[in-house]
């Protein structure tokens, strides 16, 4: 009994410690979308990430030389800021402390700070006052790892200083210190925690102080990466998230951010020369916002603190999308489809749906899955014309002829009368149509990235590289038919590889019935899409009248690979 109260008891207090700390108002941040995150510190002189440092093996008494060197000659927050502005962000995240342990700021409590440094920058300061005028919220990422303090433990296997002599409750107090002096000095909307996942036992007592960060300004927004013993505001998933968001226990919506860089560096690095395109990144954005999330893009400015150009083109490129299309973005909640019959994705707010066609289907005839609400207005975001549609295969068909494509995502408008609610999220179709399985329209297993997989080929989508190391196992489509039909099947695919043997196939039809087809190895000196042209011919199948589950298994072998661009079900003509 006594037991039994101790459990309730304890439980009843994890689930307080849990739930009560968490911000008061967080609409800005739920609306906002979209972010800057800088990565910004002395690791800019030498070129090779944030953790060079790390990478190099670095003495913090030599990496101390990093202090006396730094000439941030170019930089201006009030151009950073107006950047960010035109980049179409609504926040900032600004490396007030990396892992290096160097203070971007004047603090109190270390010498080993930007004040400090030639060019006397308080960064933090000039900063936040930069974001004051612009009225956009700035918030300060700070990383519980600290490689410069003396008294931070653990220390990186290659630091020659004696562990014995440090002492933890020093660092402990000097976190303490410096997270109430940003909060109280530069009043950040935002904490963005880091490298906390060495303290495992603690140490640095992050329940409290979370607390008292709470207890100073109970607005602010705290990330899930202080510590694992508190909860945080918002989460940074790194894994695949559902189409239509992530859900609490209790179903509601929970907050999240997805950090992102342009090329493959936090901080600067000019050897990190891939770089993501605007029309991707534009894309990226759209899909965290059909998910309910956030995106924080990140920024490594240069040692002189100039921003280079790569970065700058793409920022000022997503705002002019931005521009035009913001109205679906910004304030929007997650999807209400879980999948859609073409490339895109699809925001809400109010009773307006947003779908974001990231390839308009070659007949310019975009479908929509059929919901329970009229109609009141449809149109093509961009120009406010509106558009003819019309309801079919419980779908609703835009026209979208007449207007601007645009490369990134073309944005619909539908608005509903009421709050939009789905219908039927699969097409219905009669028993005299052609019926066109697209990879796009395809849920791909929960193992498998889809976006990691679909190449936009001119006009269509293609799936590529299903081959033995990829992990795909299947794909499926769900659609109903109107009447028990017999159909001739097709498949357009082929082999990426040359000489590498017919690659075997199954399609499965309600997880009964096998379809075992073969794509033909291609012969040498002959190009894949000559292949794709030709559809394959793989045998005839009885459809149910009703719902139906159709999945595609291929069994790559050593060497194999496979491009799909369709599957498709031709009615059987006697
Ligand atoms: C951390 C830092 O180590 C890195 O330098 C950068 O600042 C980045 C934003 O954050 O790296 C992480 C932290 C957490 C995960 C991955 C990388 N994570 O949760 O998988």
Request: glycine share 6%; aromatic share 14%.
């Amino acid at each position: 009994m006594i037991k039994r109260i101790l459990i309730l008891f304890f439980s009843v207090l994890f689930s307080l410690l849990a739930n009560a700390q968490t911000a008061v108002n967080s609409q800005w941040y739920n609306d906002a979308k979209f972010g800057i995150f800088v990565h910004y510190g002395l690791y800019a002189q030498i070129g090779y990430t944030e953790w060079a440092q790390n990478h190099f093996e670095i003495q913090a008494a030599d990496y101390e030389k990093l202090q006396s060197q730094f000439a941030p000659s170019q930089f201006n927050a009030n151009q950073w800021v107006q950047l960010f502005m035109e980049a179409g962000a609504k926040y900032l995240v600004f490396t007030a402390k990396h892992h290096e342990g160097f203070s971007m700021y004047q603090s109190k409590y270390t010498d080993f700070n930007s004040f400090k440094s030639t060019y006397s920058i308080d960064f933090l300061a000039q900063l936040s006052q930069a974001c004051q005028q612009k009225a956009m919220p700035f918030g300060v990422y700070y990383s519980v790892m600290d490689w410069h303090h003396p008294d931070y433990l653990p220390r990186r296997y290659f630091d020659n200083r004696p562990k014995e002599l440090a002492n933890t409750a020093n660092y402990k107090l000097f976190f303490k210190q410096q997270v109430t002096e940003i909060i109280d000095r530069y009043q950040p909307s935002l904490l963005w925690f880091d490298g906390e996942w060495e303290n495992t036992h603690d140490s640095l007592e992050s329940v409290a102080l979370d607390q008292m960060i709470r207890d100073k300004n109970p607005g602010i927004l705290i990330n899930n990466r202080l510590s694992r013993y508190v909860k945080g505001d918002f989460k940074t998933p790194e894994n695949a998230v559902p189409a239509t968001g992530l859900k609490s226990e209790d179903g509601k919506p929970v907050n999240w951010e997805l950090c992102y860089t342009i090329n493959d560096s936090w901080g600067y690095d000019p050897y990190s020369t891939e770089f993501k395109s605007a029309r991707g990144l534009i894309r990226l954005l759209v899909d965290i916002c059909s998910k309910g999330g956030n995106l924080l893009l990140n920024v490594g400015p240069k040692p002189d603190g100039s921003i280079q150009s790569e970065f700058q083109e793409r920022l000022l490129a997503m705002g002019k999308w931005l521009k035009e299309n913001g109205n679906a973005i910004y304030g929007t909640k997650a999807s209400i489809f879980e999948q859609l019959p073409f490339y895109g994705a699809s925001t809400t707010k109010g009773n307006t749906i947003y779908l974001h066609a990231f390839l308009m289907p070659s007949n310019r005839q975009l479908a929509m899955p059929l919901l329970k609400n009229n109609i009141i207005k449809l149109y093509h975001l961009a120009s406010k014309k509106e558009l003819p549609y019309h309801i079919t295969n419980n779908q609703c068909i835009i026209d979208c002829n007449g207007i601007k494509i645009d490369d990134a995502a073309t944005v619909i408008a539908v608005e509903t009368e009421g709050l939009p609610e789905l219908k039927s999220q699969f097409p219905l179709y009669a028993a005299n149509q052609t019926i066109d399985l697209l990879p796009e329209a395809a849920s791909f297993d929960p193992m498998t990235k889809k976006e990691n997989m679909l190449v936009q080929y001119f006009d269509k989508m293609l799936l590529k590289k299903w081959n033995q190391q990829s992990t795909l196992n299947n794909i499926e489509w769900h659609f109903s038919t109107a009447n028990t039909t017999l159909y001739d099947v097709y498949i357009k695919a082929a082999s990426a590889n040359e000489l590498k043997g017919n690659i075997l196939g199954n399609l499965q039809i309600d997880s009964t019935r096998n379809l075992l087809f073969e794509i033909p190895a291609r012969t040498a000196y002959t190009y894949t899409n000559a292949y794709l042209f030709k559809p394959i011919f793989i045998g005839q199948i009885t459809i149910n009248k009703g719902f139906n589950n159709i999945k595609l298994k291929v069994l790559p072998k050593a060497g194999q690979e496979l491009v799909f661009e369709k599957i498709i079900f031709i009615p059987h003509k006697k």
